[in-house]
């Protein structure tokens, strides 16, 4: 099993990276966020999955082991696959899944693109129970709600779930809990 590796990124492609590996060039794709913040030329180290099937070997790599451990967890759920367990992860990040897995929003879930309503559901209830808290999420949990609301707010506006994270993500640590002022806060990102 090849549990981690690092190397040079010598091209990116939309859902992976081509490293090298000593002679050797490596297909490992990543979620999209990681294969937009690489460049050529960039050395990675990245926590991979290796899934075989019968028409190949696929490599799955993670900047961190929370985010394989999310992926590995994803691939339990039946009628998901590698490719919906990356783009899942890809879409939300793994305090988005934690926080949709609290607050029992599978509606979350349907919102990355490929997974439907029925998937949305088996995957809410294959990760309650298995997904503890842990390091960012140990926030208090209104912030989290406060969070959630801004991002279905943002995503009611017209946003896509990953300009609504990124725009969450881009809010400063001592921003205020309050829903409007975070929101608010949130819409300038877009103007930038």
Known sequence: ??????????????????????????????????????RAGDVVFLHTHLVVREDGWSIYGFESETERDFFILLLGVNGVGPRMALSILSTLSVDNIR???????????????????????????HLQGKVGEGGPLERAIGLMDVDLQVLEALTGLGYSVVEAQ?????????ASPDVEERLRLALQYFSK
């Open 1 to 38: 099993m090849i549990v981690y590796l690092q190397g040079e990124v010598v091209r990116t492609e939309r859902d992976s990276l081509v490293i090298q590996l000593g002679s050797v060039g490596v297909k490992v794709f990543v979620p999209t966020t990681t294969a937009r913040q690489s």
């Open 99 to 125: 926080q949709a897995v609290f607050s029992e929003q599978a509606e979350l879930f349907a919102r990355v693109p490929g997974v439907g309503k029925r998937t949305a559901q088996k995957i809410l209830l």
């Open 166 to 174: 990124s725009a969450i993500q881009s809010l400063p640590r001592d």
